[in-house]
């Protein structure tokens, strides 16, 4: 980590960024936010959800390319064709669930994949990517905040397969002057998270008028990311002149309960029938996610001038404003 600087410059016109998983949850957020500022977008993905489909029919900047990142080719072509600037890899296989259920198919799209992605970059010879990593690489917290330098761990396939890609990357940059930055975030929530996770579980009952206890995870203390404060560290990252690190967690720098999540719902959607117990947070009944905290924001701060905007509170208000917002429009 740290191995002297990177590009002495990146941004200085309009862009052409190729967006691996474009089409999903956080790189449609992406493509938004590059389109509006007036760059290009080429979202790759092998499946694009209704709501991408949309982005694209309203936002000529945004191009859908179906592709799969674990053929080499299919990416090649990719490149060859749209001949983009840089590139932000968010294709994945996500979550630590799905992880434990098919962990050969985690490694083949998320490492080989990966691998796939910065071959293709060189080939055709694109300099910048940056990679989504997780928090998940740290494994169990040993402190209540987490520095880039905290001792990484993970303990399940889906963090084990994203450290790898961030080792990979750093070999690439040895060998090639690939420039890979690693984004280590947390738990990201928008309307919309397309996996049953806390706090869009909780939020979205409460909204709908239904219930939803957890028997478990009170205790457990997490860095709920919002999505805006993401694709604004992820930017950055990708803009940044002469970034001094090759890793940077990007979350909201504070670390909040589930209880004190699920009071704050309460609080803000009077009558929401929602609760969770005391305890860790358990991914199964019978195992337990790793403990986690907040992340650091000192080198995000320093190196890419990137001061996160939403805490928990600010967040929530604004997801029940968009919420509602897309509940009256119909979208
Ligand atoms: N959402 C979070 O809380 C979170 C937290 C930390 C890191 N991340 C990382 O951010 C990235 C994006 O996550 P997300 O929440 O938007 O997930 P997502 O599942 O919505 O997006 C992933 C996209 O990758 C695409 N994809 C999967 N396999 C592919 C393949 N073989 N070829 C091409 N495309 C493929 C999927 O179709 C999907 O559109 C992932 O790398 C994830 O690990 C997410």
Request: charged share 20%.
């Amino acid at each position: 980590m740290g191995r002297g600087p990177l590009a002495t410059s990146f941004k200085e016109t309009c862009l052409k960024v190729l967006i691996t998983g474009g089409g999903g949850f956080i790189g449609r957020e992406l493509g938004r936010r590059l389109t509006a500022r007036g760059d290009e977008v080429i979202a790759f993905d092998s499946a694009f959800p209704p709501e991408a489909l949309r982005l694209a029919e309203e936002t000529s900047q945004y191009r859908l390319v179906h592709g799969d990142i674990t053929d080499l080719a299919n990416l090649v072509a990719a490149f060859q064709e749209g001949k983009p600037d840089g590139v932000i890899h968010c294709a994945a296989i996500v979550g630590v669930l799905f992880s434990i259920a098919s962990p050969s198919s985690v490694f083949r799209v998320n490492l080989q994949g990966s691998i796939n992605v910065f071959e293709a970059m060189r080939l055709t010879d694109v300099r910048r990517v940056v990679h989504m990593s997780t928090e998940e690489v740290y494994g169990d917290f040993e402190r209540p905040v987490a520095t880039e330098e905290h001792p990484q761990r993970p303990n399940m396939p889906y963090g084990i397969s994203k450290l790898a890609v961030e080792h990979t990357g750093r070999t690439y940059r040895n060998l090639y002057g690939l420039e890979c930055i690693n984004m280590r975030t947390s738990w990201v929530y928008a309307v919309g998270l397309p996996r049953p996770r806390p706090p869009t579980t909780f939020l979205d009952a409460a909204l709908q008028g239904k219930a939803c206890h957890l028997a478990h995870g009170g205790d457990a203390a997490i860095d709920f990311t919002h999505m805006n404060d993401v694709v604004s560290g992820v930017l950055a990252a990708l803009d940044a002149k002469a970034p001094t690190h090759d890793v940077y967690n990007i979350g909201s720098g504070t670390a909040t309960t589930l209880a004190d999540m699920v009071a704050l719902v309460r609080e803000l959607i009077p009558g929401a029938d929602v609760s969770v117990a005391p305890g860790p947070y358990m991914f199964t009944p019978t195992l337990k996610a790793p403990t986690k905290g907040a992340l650091d924001m000192s080198r995000a701060r320093e190196d890419l001038g990137f001061v996160p905007r939403f805490d928990l509170r600010r967040g929530f208000e604004a997801y029940i404003e968009t919420w509602r917002s897309q509940q009256k429009s119909g979208s």
